[in-house]
Structure formats: C-alpha cells, structure tokens
Nanobody, 123 residues
C-alpha cells in the first residue's frame, strides 16, 4: 500500500501561483510513476501532469503546458505541482496519484490516490 497526502490548495486570484505538495509513504519502492489529476463536479477526473519516479521526463495536459511544473524529491518522497498564472478554469479538486506502471493520462492505471486538495481561482 502507498499512502498519499496532498497539501497546498487554497483560494487565489487569476494570475497568482500555488504549489501543491504530495507526500508519499508506505511501499513507495513499488511506485513507477506519479501523477496529478483534477476534477470538477459533474466531470471526469482529468490528467494534469505526470512524472516517472525514477528517470527523466515530465508530461502535461495541453491546458497547463507552460504554466504548471511537476517535480519530485526522492529523499522526501514528495511530488510537487507548481502552478503559475492560474486561471479560473483551473478551479478543481487536485489529486495526487501513484502508479506501479509508467506515466499515463488514464486515471484507472493509478492504484493509489490522495484525498484531494481544493484549488479555487477567482477572476
């Protein structure tokens, strides 16, 4: 089992920045990839960004490219999502997810999920 805890959400204005953090614990050695997803009421959970736990490469949804940056810290077993130039359409609950497989945009391929953190961007 892998436990994930997100933090860093909040209410900001358009154009502001936030950094989300995700702390992983438990059987993190079984983790191959980490991802950030977001969800708004009535819509499916959507992929935001992903990163392999080992090795290079980062992956982003088109809607956040150039504004969001995903990164990891092995020593702290943490993953971050730096969000710049936030827009009202970024408002959602953001979830951290862990997968034993490679990075994918498909939420069903991630076995472990955090509880989510709310990000609200006002115009």
């Amino acid at each position: 089992q892998v436990q994930l805890v997100e933090s860093g959400g909040g209410l900001v204005q358009a154009g502001d920045s936030l950094r989300l953090s995700c702390t992983a614990s438990g059987r993190t050695l079984s983790t191959a990839a980490m991802g950030w997803f977001r969800q708004v009421p009535g819509k499916e959970r959507e992929f935001v960004a992903g990163i392999p736990w080992i090795g290079g490469g980062t992956y982003y949804a088109d809607s956040v490219k150039g504004r969001f940056t995903i990164s990891r810290d092995h020593a702290k077993t943490m993953v971050y999502l730096q969000m710049n130039n936030l827009k009202p359409e970024d408002t959602a609950v953001y979830y951290c997810a862990a997968s034993s497989r490679s990075v994918t945009v498909m939420s069903r391929r991630y076995e472990y999920w955090g509880q989510g953190t709310q990000v609200t961007v006002s115009s």
